[in-house]
């Protein structure tokens, strides 16, 4: 089974690559979260890292999107070196990365329809109002949430303010969505509706997905792939059926 | 020589506070100022922050006015009453007391504002949505109080010496005409600009240190608290400072 995870290690990237994490490295003074880390995300493909808490999942997305810098590696998205790019070009990448954050973190001081317009910002000279409207009822639709475009988000429950972070994740159609623990902290009902929408997503608009977790769950229902995140390095990656049947202890712990 | 822990953190905390200032200039001067979010803010800080400056304004007058008459009294000068109270407001009290107050009601406003942005990742979202927070927050707020605090104190003063026209009438008839004529004939130019100009930096000092507590806030509720605190305490000691240095250079400069 961790022949799987040493491909990625001797650096074999493929031609249908559109993220690849190679020997990553992050520590907080004498705390190494990431040693040699690995990772690749193919065109459509729905990977799962799994990992237990603390175990440096969240860290890893970070450092992936940009928002942590890491102590060493290469972090490829659509050809580029994400540690290398400045200002500006990472700014540009991000407009084809969507990110769903653990506490959502939708802007309490906006409306719905501002928090979805928000990351159209940047993007406003190539948007007409016409072209921004339609796509922030798109995206309320695919959630299912039209009705809730001038309500503010205090006034929504938890998994309305968790499919609300999703549709602004859609806004500017990006090619990778990230999840950063997509179920975490809803009840099993509402867990299973994200789940449903996150693949329904990927269907729609053939999105790669790298989800980070530790819900059994949204394991075994949204992932093509799965990649164990322990002491710092990817430990093995296969398929749930795959590791489901494995025998090494830790692995298996994951699954007991 | 070793540095006792206190002092070294007090000077970790300058530097970084110099860095954020810093930060802040070079981002200032970039293109794409935030304008609607810069109007926005000069509205909440500016506007709102009008009714509470406006009544310590008054009261202050008022009470200044009636602590002052007996000794003017005493040493035969009651006459002279709106002169001293308008020199001394205009000079002195006006813009220190209003800087505290704005420190108190707009410095514990960014810094909670923020810290509880920064807790909830809503920073990070903005980073990830591709606009850079810290034009957007930052650059907004600072300029926004640096800007608005001067108005506030011409109108605190303003305000200020309409409760010291009323405490002149408490106890004596004193013309609403004549006690302005008195006023104005008394205050220079010299009285009025250096107070005025100093009065931006009161405004930066609240808006920077606010906005550099909530940045930089750490983890959990209570250090949003924390944020807000200290952006209220440290404002307020260097609204102060600020003070200090500022009748320094007027006295050199042949002010005083």
């Known amino acids: 089974m961790r022949e799987a995870n040493h491909k990625i290690q001797d650096g074999d990237t493929g031609d249908n690559n559109i993220l690849v994490v190679k020997n990553l490295y992050k520590s907080f003074g004498n705390h190494h979260v990431l040693m040699n880390f690995n990772l690749e995300l193919q065109k459509g493909e729905s990977v799962v890292v799994l990992g237990k808490s603390g175990s440096g999942k969240s860290v890893l997305i970070k450092c992936i999107i940009g928002l942590l810098k890491p102590d060493k590696g290469t972090i490829e998205m659509f050809g580029e070196n994400i540690p290398d790019l400045d200002e500006e070009k990472l700014d540009a990448l991000r407009a084809k990365v969507g990110f769903l954050f653990q506490s959502n973190a939708l802007y309490d001081s906006m409306t719905v329809r501002g928090n979805l317009e928000f990351p159209l910002r940047r993007h406003w000279i190539h948007f007409s109002q016409e072209e921004v409207n339609k796509r922030v009822i798109n995206a309320l639709n695919d959630v299912g949430l039209s009705h809730t475009i001038e309500m503010m988000p205090e006034e929504l429950s938890g998994g309305m303010r968790k499919r609300i972070a999703l549709a602004r994740t859609l806004i500017l159609n990006p090619e990778i969505i990230l999840y950063d623990e997509p179920t975490t902290g809803l009840d099993p009902i509402t867990s299973n509706e994200i789940l449903g929408l996150m693949k329904n997503i990927q269907k729609k608009y053939n999105t790669s997905s790298l989800i980070i977790s530790h819900d059994m769950k949204c394991v075994s229902t949204a992932s093509d792939r799965v990649i164990i995140l322990f002491e710092g390095r990817c430990y093995a990656s296969g398929t749930y059926e795959e590791l489901i049947h494995n025998t090494d202890p830790k692995i298996k712990q994951f699954f007991q | ?256």
């Open chain 2, 1 to 256: 020589m070793t540095m006792l822990p206190g002092m070294k953190l007090f000077f970790e905390e300058v530097g970084d506070v110099s860095k954020f200032a810093g930060r802040f200039f070079k981002q200032t001067f970039k293109k794409r100022l935030e304008v609607t979010e810069f109007l926005r803010q000069c509205f909440i800080i500016g506007y709102k922050s009008l009714p509470l400056v406006g009544l310590t304004a008054f009261i202050m007058g008022l009470v200044l006015t009636m602590q002052l008459r007996p000794s003017m009294i005493t040493y035969g000068v009651e006459s002279q009453l709106p002169a001293i109270v308008g020199i001394s407001i205009i000079r002195e009290i006006g813009p220190v007391i209003t800087a505290l107050i704005f420190a108190g009601k707009i410095g514990s406003s960014i810094g909670a504002e923020l810290g509880s942005m920064k807790v909830t990742e809503q920073i990070d979202a903005m980073e990830v949505s591709g606009t850079n927070p810290f034009r957007y927050l930052v650059v907004t707020r600072v300029l926004a109080a640096t800007l608005m605090l001067p108005v506030l104190v011409l109108l605190g003063d303003a305000i200020s010496l309409f409760g010291s026209w009323i405490g002149v009438n408490i106890q004596g008839v004193t013309s609403f005409k004549l006690f302005w004529t008195q006023v104005f004939n008394i205050l220079l130019f010299s009285d009025v600009l250096p107070a005025f100009f100093k009065s931006f930096f009161f405004g930066f000092a609240v808006g920077i240190v606010g906005c550099y507590k909530g940045y930089n806030s750490k983890k959990g509720t209570e250090g949003v608290g924390r944020s807000a605190n200290s952006a209220v305490v440290i404002s307020s000691v260097l609204i102060f400072i600020v003070d200090l240095l500022a009748v320094q250079i007027t006295t050199a400069l042949g002010f005083n």
